[in-house]
């Protein structure tokens, strides 16, 4: 009897389960079934082994497809005490699928495990340890893990128990080490690693390198064995053919062998070492080998599969090299590998390259090889649209950074960032302040390093690296008039970010005097330029620049009394801001008092930093991911990255920086997130470390449907949530917004939908106003969405000839319904095919065959509103010899040709 007429019923639910027309159909479908076995099991009758395998092989399906099931159990249970193979075998799987740890039924589950391991017949004691592969928990440990390591290395164990014992032991240290006591038997387990059985070897391999992370010691005589299978399979190949993956033998297993022999110092034996060293010297070069012939002699055409293997083991074994880091022409070799690599036609080769330079980078032998390949690694970062290669090509070049190319690095880093992906910028910023100080030639550049630093990525320089700034420039004498001039001028610019806004306020305020001399730098003309800023910044800022007015006063008399005018309004001396109110009426005293010697005391410049606080450097270098735990030992790349001199983005505590701000919230917007929006409809509008907001949308005719996301990434909840929609033009464009909780608890996101619909033409987005308190403090937040003109384009429902085309081109004729702009390309180079891609994104497909010359692209589309349907012509001219375009848009309406005509050469 075939397995499908065996079951026959249950291939009949799911063949009924997948021919449902809607998720209606399904749940009425799976409802009933609950119902009709829920009534079985009911039944005072008792049903057969066949029936309540088939019923609960039901209850497993459903519960894959996402359904509660809340019975049953007790039945499933049972079927692992019986001793029907099939039966228990159903029961184990729903133990694997639905149980967990801490169920309350482990305990009968534990106990039926128990019994299974102590039988004679092997397919029961298999299952029984699959089981704890799966579920196995501490109170698992307790009851098993020694019945569990008698089975691993009992001799008359067969290999296929063996197996399964190994990788349940490995499942049990990871979850309760306490709970397991290996070490007596550490010596058999290493001995299995002679087995000739390779799935033994692959099992075990697992379970020791775990283990050696805890106890090296007690596994380092592993390493004699590991060596010695490792040039087995890499010379002999004589491996079974089970284990021979694309004509190359037990991939698998020489990964685990190298990545286990990382875990130990290099071999003190010289034959040990020698052969090592020949198996590593034998896995870089077989990269380039040809794959051999057939049985006809022909040259074997080799799939992907076959590189990929070969890979995996070349890179694996390039970690064992600069773990060794002891042989320079194994290290040199792997470098000229790897630098072959960064120009692979594979993103993904690319990035392991990447990541491997990165770590050979940090070895003694091949740093200057790896150096070599600087100008390659320059290139991808500049070529690279994947952010997780660029995040690797940034840290080998961080790791290649030194005294005599810090400039050329620096400034490589400082360019790339002002277009990097926001999810690397905040590292991107920390790496660049670290080089800057660690390899500083001169503190002039040091200050123009930091301040083009704080102006590109203002919003993702945190405060300890500008609290760095200010240390280093009151250290540095020499730099002080440099520092101050160069503040000055970047304070001139009305948009400076208000991290420049606080170095500059605070070094002004300290030697201010020093270009006070300078006509263009007057103290009164110091004053103004902080008063500038002063209401576009938060509190805590204000709180700071006030301490800048009173040291300004005490600097320049001759601006004393209009500093304490500008104290004693009402803005400062009753401001809601306990804290600005305290200070302006406190300075305002102390400006009053008599005595001469007093201003000048309380104020005298600030001494150099003392060294226990100037610990930035260590701190940054300090911000690593969590430790790696037992059961995540990870590649060495990782490792070595960990512990070398990179900086975890993930580690930096951005809450920290914001419980210092005062209670009177900040607003916050999204320019920053907001201009790829005119291209993709999903994606996310605002993100800091404890806060995401995403969107996703679509557009059709002259509606738009919008859900918002907000995913609270802290631990703390998010209360008093209110969001509302600002709309300036709502005669052209109507906003609805379902309304949401006012509460988001940590680790939940919350979904809002938003419905648009464009009447006319519009210039402006609308704006979501989110107000929301975090850890007691308010927060508002501005955020443009992506509800743009351009969204409302659609595409023409029938081709267009080049007559029609250049007849209703013509008809439209030229200003104010033409629109034509010349513009220089900064963001892409100039080229067709990059062109018509990021037109199709716009909404207006580019039409081939219309345009006499080639190169030139044309674009239909019609504009819809609730109004009126708006015909849009496009005629794009790139030139790539000046690396420009030249942009002609006519449509029936001089508005709407303006607000695509700018919204369109936005993205070149």
């Known amino acids: 009897m075939s397995r499908r007429e065996e079951i026959r019923g249950l291939y009949k639910f799911i063949k009924d389960i997948r021919a449902a027309g809607s998720p209606d159909d399904e749940l009425k ?8 076995i829920r ?8 049903l057969n082994g066949y029936q309540k395998k088939k019923y609960v092989c039901k209850l497993i399906f459903m519960f894959l497809l996402g359904h509660e099931i809340e019975f049953g159990y007790m039945e499933a249970i049972n079927l692992m005490s019986s001793l029907q193979y099939s039966e228990k075998q159903i029961g184990y799987l729903f133990a694997s699928v639905m149980l967990n ?59 296929t128990v063996k197996k399964k014992a190994a990788l349940s032991m490995l499942r049990l240290y990871r979850e309760a080490p306490d709970q397991v006591s290996i070490r007596e038997y550490s010596p058999r387990v290493i001995q299995l690693l002679t087995s000739p059985d390779n799935g033994v070897v692959t099992s075990v391999a697992s379970l020791i390198t775990s283990l050696a992370v805890d106890m090296p010691e007690q596994y380092a005589p592993c390493v004699p064995l590991v060596a010695t299978k490792l040039h087995r399979i890499v010379f002999a190949g004589g491996e079974a053919s089970d284990y021979i993956y694309y004509r190359v033998p037990a991939p698998w297993l020489t990964v685990k062998l190298l990545r286990l022999l990382q875990l130990f110092p290099y071999p ?3 034959a040990e070492a020698a052969r090592v060293n020949s198996t590593l010297d034998r896995l870089l070069s077989r990269i380039k080998e040809s794959p051999g012939v057939d049985a006809a002699g022909r040259p074997v055409r080799p799939r992907i599969n076959y590189y990929n293997v070969l890979h995996a083991c070349m890179f694996e074994a390039i970690n064992l090299i600069a773990h060794y880091d002891n042989s320079a022409p194994l290290q040199i070799k792997a470098c000229g590998i790897l630098g072959d690599f960064l120009i692979h036609k594979e993103v993904n080769m690319r990035f392991l390259a990447l990541e491997s330079l990165t770590v050979m980078g940090l070895t003694e032998f091949s740093h200057d090889a790896v150096k070599r390949y600087q100008g390659e690694v320059i290139k991808a970062i500049k070529r690279e649209r994947d952010p997780t290669v660029q995040r690797r090509a940034v840290d080998v070049l961080y790791t290649l950074c030194d005294s005599e190319s810090v400039e050329s690095i620096v400034n490589e880093l400082l360019t790339f960032l002002d277009r990097a992906d926001y999810s690397i910028r905040e590292e991107l910023v920390l790496k660049v302040a670290v080089l800057a100080e660690r390899f500083v030639t001169t503190y002039s550049w040091y200050v123009d390093v930091m301040l083009r630093l704080i102006k590109l990525a203002g919003d993702h320089v945190s405060s300890e690296v500008w609290y760095r700034v200010i240390q280093v420039v009151v250290g540095q004498e020499s730099v002080q008039d440099y520092a101050a001039k160069t503040c000055y001028e970047a304070l001139l610019d009305p948009s400076a970010h208000e991290a420049m806004v606080n170095v500059g306020s605070y070094v002004l305020g300290e030697y201010g005097h020093l270009i006070a001399n300078d006509p263009n730098s007057t103290p009164q003309k110091q004053l103004e330029i902080l008063q500038m800023h002063y209401p576009m910044v938060s509190a805590q800022t204000r709180a700071s620049m006030l301490s800048t007015y009173v040291k300004l006063a005490n600097l320049f008399p001759e601006i004393k009394m209009t500093i304490l005018e500008v104290l004693k309004a009402d803005s400062f001396t009753r401001n809601s801001d306990t804290e600005l109110q ?48 037992d059961g995540d030992v990870g590649t060495f790349a990782a490792r070595k990255r960990q512990a070398g001199k990179k900086i975890e983005l993930s580690a930096v505590d ?32 605002y993100e800091n470390p404890v806060l995401q907001i995403g969107v996703k949308s679509e557009f059709k005719m002259n509606l738009g449907r919008l859900t918002v996301f907000y995913g609270n990434r802290s631990n703390s909840p998010m209360t008093d949530v209110s969001v509302k929609v600002i709309n300036a033009q709502p005669e052209a464009c109507k906003i609805d917004a379902h309304s949401i909780d006012t509460k988001i608890d940590p680790s939940v996101q919350l979904k ?12 402006e987005p609308p704006v979501l106003e989110v107000r929301l308190k975090y850890q007691d403090r308010p927060v508002e937040m501005h955020l443009k969405l992506p509800v743009l003109l351009n969204k409302f384009l659609m595409p023409l429902s029938a081709p267009m000839t080049d007559t029609v085309f250049f007849q209703k081109w013509n008809q439209l004729g030229g200003p104010p319904r033409e629109v034509k702009q010349t513009i220089k390309a900064t963001k892409t180079r100039v080229a067709t095919d990059l062109l018509e ?33 708006i015909g849009c012509l496009l005629r794009a001219e790139p030139n790539p010899e000046a690396q420009m375009y030249r942009f002609t848009l006519r449509t029936s309406s001089d508005a709407v040709s303006a607000v695509l005509s700018n919204l369109l050469v936005g993205n070149f």
């Open 752 to 763: 809002q939908q938003i419905s648009a619909e464009c009447i006319s033409c519009f210039s």
């Open 101 to 159: 740890e801490h169920h309350e039924l482990m305990r009968m589950v534990i106990q039926a495990i128990k019994t299974d391991l102590s039988s004679r017949h092997e397919l029961h004691v298999c299952l029984a340890l699959h089981c704890i592969s799966n579920i196995g928990g501490k109170d698992t440990a307790a009851e098993v893990s020694t019945i569990v390591q008698r089975l691993l290395v009992a001799d008359e164990s067969p290999n």
């Open 582 to 629: 305290q200070r302006a009426n406190e300075y305002i005293a102390l400006l009053r008092v008599q005595n001469t010697d007093v201003l000048p005391a309380v104020l005298e410049e600030m001494p150099a930093f003392t060294e226990e606080q100037t610990r930035l450097l260590g701190n940054l270098e300090a911000k690593k991911s969590a430790a790696v735990t």
């Open 654 to 685: 951005g809450v920290a920086h914001q419980k210092a701000q005062a209670a009177a919230p900040t607003i916050v917007t999204n320019d920053a997130f907001f201009d790829k929006f005119t291209l993709v409809n999903d994606g996310l509008l």
């Open 837 to 869: 891609q990021t037109m199709i994104k716009f909404g207006l497909p580019a039409m081939p065959g219309i345009d006499k010359k080639p190169q030139n692209v044309v674009s239909a589309a019609i504009l819809h509103t609730s109004t009126a349907q």
């Open 268 to 270: 003190a034996d010289d």
């Open 39 to 46: 009534q079985k099991f009911g039944e005072k009758k008792g």
């Open 29 to 36: 479908r799976i409802n009933k079934e609950l119902a009709n």
